[in-house]
């Protein structure tokens, strides 16, 4: 995280795993723009998701708690960065959590990209969840799966 500069960093927690909090709490610290969603309704850790979001806020974290009676199980992270030639944006949609521990169970999906239409969307669902609103964008686990992987097979065609 040292290395970025300027830039925002808006990841979605769920079962939140101490490496993220450390490099959020440092980026924090380091005068980066940190603004994070955590999951408040995830089934038995609601009490360390909380304890992990107050210790993001102690080290100058903006963090929302998620929306009032809606499992937010958002898988997305998105950096803001000022670059040489301008604002750029990274966004990583991926199916598992940020989490060491299940993510040596689990096999999961990622994509990280830079393409300006998939980070726009990022930033819209990010800006909606954080000012505490419900967008219905695809609901697992009926659309879910089909939009994630239309949306893996129109990236990785481009590649």
Not at 12 to 37: F, S
Not at 88 to 113: I, P
Not at 134 to 154: L, N, W
Request: with cysteine.
């Amino acid at each position: 995280m040292a290395a970025l500069v300027e830039e925002q960093l808006r990841p979605a927690l769920r079962d939140l795993g101490t490496p993220i909090v450390a490099a959020l709490k440092e980026a924090a610290r380091g005068g980066k723009q940190v603004a994070v969603l955590v999951e408040i309704t995830a089934r038995f850790d609601e009490a360390p998701n909380i304890s992990w979001g107050k210790e993001l806020e102690r080290a100058g974290a903006h963090v929302a708690y998620g929306v009032e009676r809606v499992k937010t199980h958002v898988k997305l992270a998105l950096v803001v960065r000022e670059e040489a030639d301008g604002i750029r944006r990274y966004v990583h949609v991926g199916t598992g959590n940020y989490h060491q521990g299940t993510a040596r169970l689990y096999e999961d999906l990622g994509l990280l990209s830079a393409d300006p239409e998939l980070a726009a969307h990022a930033a819209a669902v990010f800006n909606e969840l954080a000012a505490g609103r419900y967008v219905r964008r695809h609901p697992a686990p009926g659309e879910a799966r089909r939009a994630a992987q239309q949306v893996f097979i129109e990236r990785s065609a481009s590649c």
